[in-house]
T-cell receptor, first 114, second 112 residues
């Protein structure tokens, strides 16, 4: 148990659907992250929130829309996705940004876009 | 630009030692992390190096040479449960908070 939970664990959606991924951390951390993990590729940072404020948008297409209502919850809203968006989406949190603060990852949502 | 290289796959026998190398070329540097990720699970933190030298933690050790842009993760007394992907990540300090740049991971297969 890493203290970071994600739902759903698996999601299949059509290109015209709208869905949301949810992440919750129970560690009292102040920073939260969304990553995309595709097969055989490095983790790609998508978004970073620090104390609920977005500090990083790593050139992510607008069909991905993050939301951070408080320091414990993070959402990723999805609409009109493409098949190449199929991947494992990982949420992570850390006590603070930078330095030695390691990131704690959730188990991920395996997304398939048909 | 950023570039982090590690081997794609390594195979070793139970009880043996395996060394996973990671070389990096980043605009800035403020620490290197190793994570372990079992198939279908979350990456979990293994080690953090910010100064040159060896950090030992049980069966796992991590080494860093900043001048060479090089790190390795050493796994001793391999067990079957060590079969996993090992991710090298460098903290780039050129921006305000130091995002992590990840390598593609090294899949370690432990055989009986």
């Amino acid at each position: 148990e890493t203290g970071v939970t994600q739902t759903p664990r698996h999601l299949v959606m059509g290109m015209t659907n709208k869905k949301s991924l949810k992440c919750e951390q129970h560690l009292g951390h102040n920073a939260m992250y969304w990553y995309k993990q595709s097969a055989k590729k490095p983790l790609e940072l998508m978004f970073v929130y620090n104390f609920k404020e977005q500090t990083e948008n790593n050139s992510v297409p607008s069909r991905f829309s993050p939301e951070c209502p408080n320091s414990s919850h993070l959402f990723l809203h999805l609409h009109t996705l493409q098949p190449e968006d199929s991947a494992l989406y990982l949420c992570a949190s850390s006590q603070a940004l930078g330095m030695e603060n390691e990131q704690y990852f959730g188990p991920g949502t395996r997304l398939t876009v048909t | 630009g950023q570039n982090i290289d590690q081997p794609t796959e390594m195979t070793a026998t139970e009880g043996a030692i395996v060394q996973i190398n990671c070389t990096y070329q980043t605009s800035g540097f403020n620490g290197l992390f190793w994570y372990q990720q079992h198939a279908g699970e979350a990456p979990t933190f293994l080690s953090y190096n910010v100064l040159d030298g060896l950090e030992e933690k049980g069966r796992f050790s991590s080494f860093l040479s900043r001048s060479k842009g090089y790190s390795y993760l050493l796994l001793k007394e391999l067990q079957m449960k060590d079969s996993a992907s090992y991710l090298c990540a460098v903290r780039d300090q050129t921006d305000s908070w130091g995002k992590l740049q990840f390598g593609a991971g090294t899949q370690v297969v432990v055989t009986p």
